[in-house]
């Protein structure tokens, strides 16, 4: 059992670690801490932490580092969460304000994170498989080339360009994009891929005209829709990693690669448990399963339409835990906020 001067030493020794990158000595604590207690006593203190596998000493230096089960205490029981302040919430609203669609804001949304965390920034788009198809247009870039742009009640906007196998005749435009609105406008992505995948099933390679025209356009409809269900994330800031280096006990590239492949960290934020506020750490070795141990992720729920998603940031295991969390938490509520009013509006 740790006693409650040592939570407070081992608070002490990770903002300590975290602000400097050096291992923390008992003396600096005495000198740095109003502990009211010799540099013996705290000594003491440290060498229960020790014990209880909290801390450790990095090599042969009289100071100590926090471990991962070190930080995970921290996180859970001593890191005070404050608000950002005025100016970080003012940099937020100015840089998320007049998004022009859902990519565009959240593109924005891990661009500002990762400036506000200097790390990885990390959100997740909503699961786009219960949202709704609110519009289709269609518009005529050559004679068989046809631009299809979808619209989602969550504010997803797509753009996808098919290719006709013969041309259309102008008068059969409005013909052709009543056929596909009335295939998927007013369904659910899940259902509207079912009704778009039917109509494919049931055309014939001696179609001709407009009903020609609609089978390619549901070819690539079912393309669209197809991506729309996948979970995708959306990063900003990886050459902060690089620039964090020094903070990695051993190689970058498996988090260069979790960033590249995405469903190595799609898969970690699907496992990690949200407490009361919607805030989850992730830390070192607890990410091992998914070859991420040498890294934290710390995360914010946030809501549209009904879904839950997450926006975050991936980095060191030395991070400072309140400030991300803090920064992913008031990002996220704005982003909740933007979201709900953009769903109001329609």
């Known amino acids: 059992m740790v006693s409650e001067r040592g939570l407070q030493v081992l608070r002490a020794i990770v903002q300590d670690y975290v602000a400097t990158h050096e291992p923390v000595g008992s003396k600096s604590i005495v000198e740095r801490h109003a502990f009211g207690v010799s540099a013996a006593t705290i000594r003491n ?34 890191a005070d969460i404050r608000p950002l ?30 400036q506000l965390t200097g790390q990885v920034a990390i959100v997740q788009y909503p699961s786009f498989a219960r949202a709704n198809v609110t519009h289709v247009e269609l518009v005529a870039i050559a004679p068989a ?3 299809i742009v979808l619209v989602t009640d969550t504010g997803r906007v797509s753009q996808r360009i098919a290719a006709l196998t013969a041309p259309l005749e102008d008068e059969d435009l409005p013909a052709l994009r009543a056929r596909l609105a009335a295939l998927i406008v007013g369904h659910s ?22 009903d020609a025209a609609l089978l390619s356009l549901c070819h690539v409809v079912a393309e669209e829709l197809d991506e729309f269900r996948q979970d995708r994330l959306l990063m900003a800031g990886a050459a902060n990693l ?12 498996p988090l260069l690669e979790a960033i ?35 890294a934290s992720v710390v995360t914010s729920d946030y809501e549209t339409s009904g879904a839950v998603a997450r926006v975050g940031v991936l980095g060191p295991t030395r991070m400072d835990y309140p400030s991300n969390l803090a920064s992913a938490r008031a990002v996220a509520r704005y982003l909740s906020r933007l979201l709900d009013e953009d769903e109001n509006r329609r």
């Open 260 to 294: 590249e492949e995405q469903v190595t960290l799609l898969r970690l934020m699907g496992e990690m448990v949200a407490d009361t506020q919607g805030l989850a750490a992730s830390i070192g070795r607890e990410n091992d399963p998914w070859g991420l141990g040498e």
């Open 242 to 253: 690089a620039r964090r280096e020094s903070d990695f006990r051993g190689s970058i590239y």
């Open 45 to 78: 203190d440290m060498a229960q932490l020790e014990d209880e596998e909290l801390i450790a000493a990095p090599h042969t230096s009289s100071g100590r580092v926090p471990t991962d089960k070190g930080y995970r205490v921290f996180v859970d029981h001593l």
């Open 145 to 147: 080339r046809m631009l």
């Open 85 to 114: 302040s005025p100016a970080q919430r003012s940099a937020i609203t100015a840089f998320l304000g007049d998004p022009g669609d859902l990519d565009d804001l959240l593109a924005r949304t891990v661009r500002v994170l990762s």
């Open 189 to 210: 992505v899940r259902d509207a891929a079912d009704r778009v995948e039917a109509c494919r099933t049931a055309g014939t390679a001696e179609a001709v005209g407009v």
